[in-house]
């Protein structure tokens, strides 16, 4: 335990998590991530000697994962505790010998809470034959936000935007020392998947469109995770690119781009020391992941050298027969998933999986030895976490659970997300005497603020929301008290009477299928809202709360200025009005190319073919797009290479009158190769502050390997 409190230092490389793009990973990761043999064999057994004790059925029970709703008798909401049930708990553990739970049913609990939840269901497996303890896993994906009084960070694509390794490092070691504070040892994060489709409902739990910066940052998450429970690489592989945006639908991506694009956070994560990944729930080219023996065996296996867990999502063998409709029976869902190289089946709800895979392997449909192959990752994951050793909450450490410390670096976190997007003759910041008029949805959600994933998993219950968080106009009141609010089209008229309008956009939150939608367009009546006080000649400023990029085009032109906070938890309406008046100097930079139009999905390492006239590539605002209220400029630029490694050196100054934070980013291009090449690629980048007048060397060490691409023949 370390009950002094997760480590908030920020140390660290910006490069440590190793990264090499797929061409390099794909031919040495599987060596790197080996240990030394006699390491390895004295590691394996303790669980090669427990494996021999095994009967065919605790093997299978290993395999099987279920909710904590099937074990429970009450449901759970904000002012009804949730209740275990002992004799479901017995026959899923003691009778069918169940490896491993997770989830809530269906609201956070309290520390107080989640003790008694976790010390029941280790003392029933502590009566089990061979002893063996529950793994528990928990969607902690913006801090551990099923623990009520834990830390709530911003959500990916906010920490995203703030492209600062060191504070994703902070935000993780926390997220993974209070979730370990409870008991859980395992957490389904951080998401892997590169957000190529803006439509799609799971982009906000995205570190955004470029597989550098989600590398980067999903290998520091991992490190940071990982010195206190498993991390999940989710969710491998191509999930976040649906061909419609609809979750859980097929995405068709050919190889190469699936080898340049979707591997290389997964390697990276791999080459951290990731123990384990959750896998894509939809289809690739037709192929459902899981049922796909050439992505989970050949690929992850072989190719990738994974040697840790690979867990199902949520009911996704079943779905191979209702859904999928590549297997004519439950049985043949099963049989085909664990072939494929399924581990753990996140069943949820029954124990049809133990059933049907115990009737497989004495059909002779399935061998033991493929048996022996899942449980053997899962035994070795439950001794490499120490759980055959305490496998329950650590009192010192859940005393240090949400510390005003943690805070602090969730208040940093939203402070550096906020990216200012527009600032016409310089009307930022605001006077804090001005008579501000505020509407909008967004100025009263906390919803809207947070996300999903917040207490619960659509994050939309507001009685499960603390009561001493600021809205957005709370904050806006704190710094400009004479700011009246006026809801609805009624803020027209009020308007005129203002010296400033502040029109706050939002999108509710929504995530997996309840979050599909068709259309990118920021919903109408609030885009009418906003043209509707633009138009009265009051200047309008845009603050806006979402979960990836609504078009708001319509608004844009005629606004003054815009200001986006992502969603931002707990801090976020305090970091936009931080902004809007001042007291924080904007420095986040889009994790994401913003589009123009609902037609116009085009990334930012497009092809040259998309700049042709007449259309040509034009987005709302550009990746890695941001301004500041100080100015910096570039000078000095030098480039060398030496020892197959090139080296990129730039002065960076701040000419402003105030400190401010630059990102800077180091792009190349080719301008000829054996396939289409992008016309710019993200190669590293530093997040730099400097007082005003202030200076800086900036030097970049990148690997001439990563500078490559995956050529025609897929190498």
């Known amino acids: 335990s370390n009950p002094a409190g997760p480590d908030q230092s920020g140390s660290g490389t910006d490069a440590e998590s190793g990264l090499v793009m797929a061409r390099v990973v794909l031919t040495a990761l599987a060596a790197l991530l080996t240990a030394s043999a006699g390491f390895a064999q004295q590691q394996q057994q303790p669980v090669e000697s427990l ?4 009967t065919l059925e605790e093997k299978i029970g290993q395999m099987t994962q279920l909710t904590i709703e099937a074990v429970s008798s009450v449901h759970g909401t904000a002012s009804v505790e949730q ?26 609990l309290t520390p107080h809470q989640w003790q008694a939840v976790i010390d029941a269901v280790q003392r029933t497996a502590s009566r089990s034959r061979l002893k063996i303890p529950i793994i528990y896993g928990i969607d902690a994906v913006h801090g551990d936000h099923y623990m009520v009084g834990a ?33 859980i040892f395992w957490n389904f994060a951080p998401v892997l998947d590169v957000g190529r489709q803006p439509l799609w409902s799971r982009f906000f739990e995205t570190f955004g469109e470029d597989p550098y910066l989600v590398s980067t940052l999903g290998a520091t998450a991992v490190k940071a995770e990982q010195k206190y429970v498993a991390a999940t690489g989710k969710h491998f592989l191509g999930y976040s690119d649906p061909l419609t945006g609809k979750d859980r639908t097929s995405a068709w991506i050919p190889d190469r781009q699936l080898r340049e694009y979707f591997i290389p956070s997964f390697a990276a994560a791999m080459h951290a020391g990731l123990r384990t990944v959750m896998v894509n729930s939809g289809d690739i080219n037709g192929v459902p992941i899981h049922a796909s023996h050439e992505i989970l065996t050949d690929l992850l296996r072989r190719d990738l050298g994974f040697k840790g867990v690979a867990v199902t999502d949520w009911e996704d063998i079943i779905r191979l027969n209702t859904v999928h409709h590549v297997a004519p029976t439950r049985k043949d869902a099963v049989r085909m998933a664990v ?32 048996i022996d192959e899942s449980v ?32 602090a670096v969730s208040r940093q976190a939203a402070e550096e997300a906020v990216t200012l997007l527009k600032n016409d003759r310089g009307l930022l910041p605001l006077s804090k005497t001005a008579r501000v008029l505020v509407t909008g949805p967004g100025a009263t959600s906390l919803i809207d603020q947070y996300g999903s994933w917040t207490f619960t998993w659509q994050g939309t219950d507001t009685a499960m929301y603390p009561k001493n968080v600021p809205t957005l106009l709370d904050a806006i009141r704190e710094r400009a008290p004479s700011a009246t609010y006026v809801a609805g089209m009624a803020a027209v008229d ?18 997996e299928k309840p979050g599909d939608i068709d259309d990118l367009t920021m919903p109408d009546d609030q885009l009418q809202l906003a043209r509707a006080i633009e138009a009265t000649g009051t200047p309008v400023v845009l603050a806006l709360f979402h979960q990836r990029p609504r078009i708001i085009r319509a608004a844009v032109d005629s606004a003054r200025a815009i200001v ?16 809007l008046f001042g007291d924080v100097n ?35 605002w550009d990746f890695g797009f941001g301004l500041s209220y100080t100015t910096f400029t570039y000078s000095d630029l030098s480039a060398s290479v030496a020892r197959d490694t090139l080296r990129v050196s730039v002065t960076v100054t701040n000419t402003g009158a105030r400190a401010g934070a630059d990102v800077v980013q180091l792009y190349v291009r080719q301008l000829y190769a054996s396939v289409a090449p992008p016309v710019k690629r993200l190669r590293s980048f530093e997040r730099v502050s400097l007082g005003a007048a202030d200076k800086r060397t900036v030097t970049f060490a990148v690997p001439v390997s990563n500078l490559a691409f995956i050529g025609r023949d897929n190498k």
């Open 51 to 54: 494996l021999r004790k095994m």
């Open 83 to 108: 209740q275990l049930d002992s004799v479901k708990l017995d026959n899923a553990i003691l009778a069918h010998h169940v490896g491993s739970l997770l989830n809530v049913w269906d609201v956070a």
């Open 151 to 183: 830390t709530v960070f911003p959500q990916n694509i906010a920490m995203a935007a703030t492209w600062d390794t060191a504070l994703v490092r902070q935000e993780h070691d926390i997220t993974g020392y209070e979730t370990r504070a409870s008991g």
């Open 339 to 370: 072939m494929a190289g399924i581990d753990m089946s996140m069943v949820p709800q029954d124990l049809s999986f133990y059933d049907d895979l115990l009737a497989l392997v004495h059909e002779g449909a399935i061998p033991v030895s493929r």
């Open 376 to 407: 053997r990752r899962i035994l070795q994951l439950k001794y490499d976490l120490g759980l055959f050793k305490n496998a329950g909450p650590d009192q010192e450490m859940l005393a240090q659970v949400g510390s005003a410390q943690s805070q």
């Open 494 to 511: 009020a308007a005129r009477n203002a010296d400033v309008a502040i029109v706050c956009l939002a999108e509710s939150p929504a995530v």
């Open 564 to 579: 986006t906070g992502y969603q931002t938890g707990p801090f976020g309406g305090e970091a936009i009005a931080g902004v």
């Open 586 to 620: 904007p420095s986040g930079r889009l994790p994401f190319t913003w589009p123009r139009a609902t037609g116009a999905l085009v990334h930012y390492d497009h092809a040259f073919s998309e700049e042709a006239l007449p259309m040509g590539y034009h987005p709302e």
